[in-house]
């Protein structure tokens, strides 16, 4: 690398270099990329072709190419369902519940974290939180269950022993919404919080230090400094949750929910109510299709927030 | 204006989670010239659902069977298990990898998606000859008009399981002595009944569950209430609620009780709320994912189990480690079987169970033949099914089959769910049985039962799959609150509100659809 920048710097620039020269004037730099290049082409390029099963009546013996083409018939059955509505408003609103709740937590933690003076409890606390993130989802699912099942729940021996009535979650779709969006945050507030804190650490000492000589106090410090320090932080990670709005996230609604229709009215989304209807006939076409389906939103959410945040601040946009 | 493009793309890979794996083998393998040619050794790998043992008895009774099997036809055996959960899912995507992992498959039309993966093309089609010539016996054993209904598209796929006794039909088996105590002196012979079987058992005896249900048999149930309470038959393999059908008197003209029976749907409905109110199962039924009924039955924790028949002749046999018949000299375990109101009982399909070979495989030849081994030859065939003689079984005096006292049901027992082509001509008698209720029962079915009348119908669902789809959701969605009694408001209410969701649907362009079939079938 060195030679390279030391060769472009001796030699001023006067005409445009074309793309091969570029790639040999970079090669190390594209070398170092050439791990991550690679993991896209294979599992990201490399099946794009495929995409073309969602447009065929899948035969495992002529192939994704070979089978009948179909048209838009494995779309059908999505809109037909009558219920594309509820399922992409339930997937998009709780998305955007742990996105915005999700990122705001993690920087009240982060910034938590950075005022501790105590070292090992910044450190006790910290592992603390990050490690709900490695509990599977079915034991989540079992854990949620055992503290809330209305006959031998947790909660509701301690409700009967304290002479309350019995509380019955498992049979009211209302406190859903907020019990999911508990679940999810105590799930992934610590590694959330990592990236932020990571962030603030990245935050020139010196200007922290300036502050403190012209009297900030410590409100004033995270107010000016931390907190815009953390913003095109934020607004990166903002953009890609976003590519993913209309991606639930399955496995925890359906370990935690499971099959009980009594609660699919605020907690059914796209994935789970797929998985339902496709997977006991196991249609690799249709399952295909709604993957598109979710894919074009959410490229669509990505270009037009991105195009958005670029109208406001060029800075921050992602391209 | 590239980088722009670059950039798009880059968005695009992100969000592009597409599944889009599947390779476009082709395993398509005509008869070829039907020479046996026996000179390769080849290992032939069957499939099963069923947990994967891991004493090693099986491996060992294995090791015995192909001893055999290479000496006759030069090949052996291994099993490939499918466990039980999420088991279609699993089992379909084995078969969708196409890459000759396995070769004989078991398979059944009714709940195992036999017909649809002969079309999805996971099937290799067995001609006459290849069965004539490598599996002679089978060819023999099974009649004309029973290979005429493992055609499709008048190519034979399956290999049927035609000669064995069982019964399938589902109902409740109970304590037929509680139900005695309860004033039931016939035992449970209705729906009615096992209301008065239940409230009993909850009152008399605090620390039963009447039935630790886990939320999953509402389709049975309703489809046994539509049974007990009308002349319906259904078709086999449409969707999980077989929800299409015709009457017994009227046997082609198809429609569906979920539409046109209301009062009864209504009635069902207000009974399952009674059995919730009574608390024959958890409050949070819709949630159990921890029970483990069948097992609790059998150690009295439980007062009935919901299933079929075969399972029934299992209960109701005193065998090692089924406490409630030591614990109890009296204790006796009755059925009650849906249809037993009306004696509409319908006889199990055929497919059933079947074994089928798969498209990929490498030796479709020797795999007939091995199979035509398991079911024919009487070493093979209790080897598979039963074990090593005098380890996992032997004989009494009286030629039934018995444990010896050697054996330990932990280090001894095998698994190889070989249900794909018992044969009847073979079978040894289990002594543990309780063979006096069973054959009675059977003896009952025998005098009342029809033969399974849609065998050689496999439906064109293509144009009307995204419906059906729609179809099992709602009904699914709906029935697990009405047959565990968990909606809210009135029976009829929500009787109504799942018809009106059925129509929405377009169940009845369905069943028109299937009518036409039928007619071009049947007509």
């Not at chain 1, 607004?235 to 359906?254: D, E, P, Q, S, T």
């Not at chain 2, 009774?61 to 055996?77: D, P, S, Y």
């Not at chain 2, 096992?194 to 149930?221: A, C, H, N």
Request: charged fraction near 20%; glycine fraction near 8%; proline fraction near 3%.
């Amino acid at each position: 690398m060195s030679r390279g920048t030391k060769a472009a710097a001796l030699k001023p620039q006067t005409r445009k270099m074309t793309f091969w020269q570029k790639v040999y004037k970079y090669r190390v730099l594209l070398l170092m990329c050439l791990p991550a290049i690679l993991f896209f082409l294979a599992f990201s390029y490399a099946p794009m072709p495929g995409i073309y099963v969602a447009f065929v009546k899948y035969n495992y013996r002529d192939g994704i190419f070979g089978s009948k083409f179909v048209g838009l018939r494995n779309f059908e059955f999505l809109f037909t369902s009558g219920k594309l509505l509820e399922l992409t408003r339930n997937t998009i609103l709780y998305n955007l519940a742990f996105i915005i709740l999700g990122n705001v937590l993690a920087i009240f933690v982060a910034i938590l974290l950075n005022e501790i003076r105590c070292k090992w409890f910044k450190k006790v606390s910290q592992t603390m939180m990050f490690l709900p993130y490695f509990i599977s989802q079915v034991l989540v699912g079992v854990l949620v269950y055992n503290l809330l099942n209305y006959d031998y729940g947790f909660v509701n021996s301690i409700l009967v022993n304290l002479g309350l009535e019995r509380w019955g979650p498992y049979s009211d779709a209302s406190v859903w919404p907020v019990l999911l969006v508990i679940i999810h945050l105590w799930q992934q507030t610590g590694y959330n919080s990592v990236v932020y804190f990571a962030a603030i650490m990245g935050i020139d000492a010196e200007i922290i230090e300036a502050a403190r000589v012209d009297g900030a106090n410590g409100w004033q410090k995270i107010r000016y400094i931390i907190l815009p320090g953390l913003k095109p932080t934020f607004v990166i990670l903002l953009l890609f949750a976003l590519g993913g709005i209309v991606k639930g996230n399955f496995g925890l609604f359906y370990n935690v929910v499971g099959k009980n229709p009594l609660l699919y009215p605020t907690t059914d989304i796209i994935e789970t109510y797929v998985y339902r209807a496709c997977m006991t006939d196991f249609n690799f076409a249709t399952a295909s299709a709604v993957g598109l389906y979710q894919s074009v939103i959410g490229f669509c959410t990505v270009m037009v927030c991105n195009f958005i945040v670029k109208k406001i601040d060029p800075d921050y946009s992602l391209f | 204006m590239k980088k722009k493009m670059l950039a798009a793309l880059l968005a695009a890979t992100m969000v592009a989670g597409l599944t889009a794996c599947g390779s476009s083998e082709t395993g398509g393998k005509s008869g070829g010239d039907l020479k046996v040619d026996t000179s390769e050794h080849v290992k032939i790998t069957y499939m099963t659902t069923g947990g994967k043992p891991t004493n090693g008895a099986t491996e060992e009774m294995l090791a015995e069977l192909n001893k055999i099997l290479t000496e006759k036809v030069n090949a052996e055996l291994e099993i490939y298990y499918i466990d039980w959960t999420d088991y279609l899912s699993v089992y379909n995507l084995t078969l969708a990898q196409m890459d000759g992992t396995v070769d004989l498959v078991g398979t059944a039309s009714d709940w195992l998606d036999a017909w649809p993966n002969a079309k999805n093309g996971a099937f290799l089609e067995l001609s006459e000859d290849m069965l004539k010539t490598y599996a002679p016996k089978t060819w023999e054993s099974v009649s004309p008009e029973h290979w005429e209904l493992c055609k499709y598209n008048g190519e034979i796929y399956l290999m049927p399981e035609d000669n064995y006794a069982q019964w399938t039909n589902h109902g409740f088996a109970y304590r037929l002595d509680w139900a005695k105590e309860a004033g039931l002196a016939d035992g449970v012979k209705s729906w009615e009944d096992l209301t008065t079987y239940f409230r009993y058992v909850k009152e008399t005896y605090p620390d039963v569950i009447p039935w630790d249900s886990d939320g999953t048999q509402y389709g049975q149930m309703v489809g046994g209430w539509v049974t007990s309470h009308s002349n319906y038959v259904a078709i086999d393999g449409l969707n999980a609620g077989a929800m299409w059908g015709g009457t017994k008197d009227d046997l082609y003209t198809v429609y569906s009780p979920y539409v046109t029976d209301t009062d009864s749907l209504v009635e069902f409905a207000k009974m399952m709320k009674e059995w919730d109110e009574i608390g024959v199962w958890k409050t949070d039924v819709l949630n159990n994912t921890a029970s483990d009924n069948r097992e609790d039955y059998k150690i009295g924790r439980v007062a009935a189990e919901q299933h079929h028949t075969q399972t029934w002749t299992d209960l109701c046999s005193h065998k090692a480690g089924y406490t409630i018949y030591d614990d109890d000299p009296d204790a006796e375990t009755g059925f009650f079987y849906f249809g037993e109101e009306t004696g509409n009982v319908v006889a199990l399909s055929i497919t059933h169970g079947a074994m089928a070979v798969s498209a990929a495989s490498k030796n479709p030849e020797r795999a007939l033949m091995v199979y035509d081994l398991l079911r024919n030859d009487p070493d093979c065939y209790k080897l598979i099914n039963y074990g090593i003689k005098g380890k996992q079984w032997d004989t009494d005096e009286s030629g039934m089959r018995i444990q010896p006292a050697s054996y330990n049901k932990d280090t001894d027992s095998i698994t190889t769910n070989y249900w794909w082509g018992r044969n009847d001509d073979l079978e040894i008698k289990d002594a543990t049985m309780n063979w006096d209720a069973i054959d009675k029962m059977y003896a009952e079915y025998d005098k009342i039962k029809i033969d399974y009348p849609y065998g050689q119908f496999v439906p064109e669902v293509d144009n009307i799959q995204a419906k059906i789809n729609n179809i099992s959701e709602i009904h699914t969605n709906y029935m697990k609150q009405i047959a565990f009694g968990k909606y809210q408001g009135t029976a009829e209410e929500i009787v109504a509100e799942y018809q009106n969701a059925l129509k929405a649907a377009g169940i009845d362009e369905v069943t028109a659809e299937l009518q036409k079939q039928f007619d071009a079938l049947y007509k």
